[in-house]
């Protein structure tokens, strides 16, 4: 639900009580949630799980500006101005579970910078993943090569 303020509390963020205001500084607008504590199950651990060796590769300083430029583009695109990507590291986590279901036989629980390398894998930079259909094309994505 969308919030609005009488005084100049535009902006505001964080939780009072059983209420957790979100602002969006894209869309310029607040949203208002109920609170709710998650219950965890083993989907979530899975997920973590991922996530953290995803974040163990470790990617070059290069590849991370590549995917920021990237991602400017990416929230051009009428199709994703409202997709909710804003940060490079869900970009980059996108890539990497597209990539794995493109390719069932990866697995994201144990994938390293050696494994990616030794494969020829599409995620090696942002212009092969283009090419490969992992991201859809921008504007310039040919010049995104530094690699991973």
């Known amino acids: 639900m969308k919030a609005k303020f009488q005084i100049g509390l535009a902006s505001y963020t964080g939780k009072t009580g059983e209420v957790v205001y979100c602002f969006n500084r894209y869309l310029n607008t607040v949203y208002v949630r109920k609170?709710?504590?998650?219950?965890?199950?083993?989907?979530?651990?899975?997920?973590?799980?991922?996530?953290?060796?995803?974040?163990?590769?470790?990617?070059?300083?290069?590849?991370?500006?590549?995917i920021k430029n990237y991602l400017l583009r990416y929230i051009c695109l009428r199709d994703n101005r409202r997709s909710g990507i804003r940060a490079w590291s869900v970009l980059y986590s996108?890539?990497?579970?597209?990539?794995?279901?493109?390719?069932?036989?990866?697995?994201?629980?144990?994938?390293?910078?050696?494994?990616?390398?030794?494969?020829?894998?599409?995620?090696?930079?942002?212009?092969?993943?283009?090419?490969?259909?992992?991201?859809?094309?921008?504007?310039?994505?040919?010049?995104?090569?530094?690699e991973i």
């Open 35 to 66: 609170y709710k504590y998650p219950t965890l199950c083993d989907q979530q651990h899975t997920l973590g799980s991922i996530s953290k060796q995803i974040f163990a590769v470790h990617p070059s300083e290069g590849y991370i500006k590549d």
């Open 94 to 146: 996108k890539l990497m579970r597209t990539m794995a279901e493109a390719l069932p036989d990866i697995d994201l629980r144990t994938i390293t910078r050696e494994y990616i390398y030794e494969h020829d894998l599409p995620c090696i930079s942002i212009s092969r993943a283009v090419e490969a259909g992992l991201l859809p094309k921008v504007l310039d994505w040919e010049g995104y090569t530094h």
